[in-house]
């Protein structure tokens, strides 16, 4: 990482927590199996069982209006079938997610927050898909979890973290720059902590790390710009958690734009307004994703 003063400074936030969220070893296992081609649908299906109330979310989710099945579907298996392998994938490492910081009270409004984390997902599949980028589930997935560290700081930093809150009100600053100040760093090395004490693959730490900076990634710049153009669209298109209301950028300036400009002969003649009238029309589509998804989700 860049900044070694605020890597260590994360670090050393991240020890002082007794007790630090865990996330179940099925999230683990679910995301190993990403890099295994041969994964077979009866292995998933044996991994989720283990776990029966994640076997009853999805199932849930199944069942919900986005995804809407012609009859009610009432095994794992067949919504198994229904919704494809990646599918599953997806929903059973994002429930895992959410619940290592479930049944918490944080500064923040949870929904809203995964709200953002879900369109960020959801945006960086589409973008990904838009360049041909070859690893699209990996984008969707690394988007979801690009600011761990910012519900990490709403729950076992609070009071801090309120600070922070209560600093950025009506000011025409961001969350970084107002962490820095308050913390001495940022949910991006937060973030980079807690997904290498979770055993996240490399590339997923990296981009937690730098998806307001993709330019300094070092395992892959595209995957960190595909995430961060797609944090900044949300930001402006109300799939936010707040605080950034009065940030104003011209995406064309962005250096996630150049990289991806770089990376996709295809995104070359791609103008900002272009770009972001083609993920406008998506939107209803995210949102309705985002409901589907935190029905069968959130508990409260
Ligand atoms: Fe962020
Ligand atoms: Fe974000």
Known sequence: MKNDSMLAEAQQLVKGIHELPTIPEIAT????????????LEELAETILVDQVMASRVIKIVNSPFFKPMHEIKSLKRALIYLGFRQIRHIALTCSIIDAF????GVF????????????????????QRIRY???????????????GEVFLS?????????VVDQLQGTPRGFIEVEKEVLGTTHCEL??????NW??????????????SPQDATCDPTLAAIVNLADLFCSVRHLDYGGREWVSFNLAEEPAWDILKNFSPN????????????????????????????EGMIKK
């Open 29 to 40: 296992k679910v995301l190993d199996m990403f890099d295994r081609p041969d994964v077979e």
């Open 102 to 105: 479930d049944g918490k009270s």
């Open 109 to 128: 409004d949870i929904k809203t927050f995964w709200e953002h984390s879900f369109g960020v997902g959801v945006v960086s599949k589409i973008i990904a």
């Open 134 to 148: 070859p690893e699209i589930e990996k984008a969707y997935i690394v988007g979801i979890v690009h600011d761990i």
């Open 155 to 163: 729950y076992y930093m609070k009071d801090m973290f309120q600070k």
């Open 191 to 196: 973030g980079f902590c807690l997904a290498k």
């Open 199 to 212: 055993n996240f693959p490399t590339d997923y730490c990296d981009v937690i790390a730098h998806h307001h």
């Open 267 to 294: 995104f070359g003649d791609m103008d900002v307004e272009r770009f972001c009238y083609e993920l406008d029309e998506r939107v209803p589509e995210v949102q309705d994703l985002v409901t589907s998804l935190f």
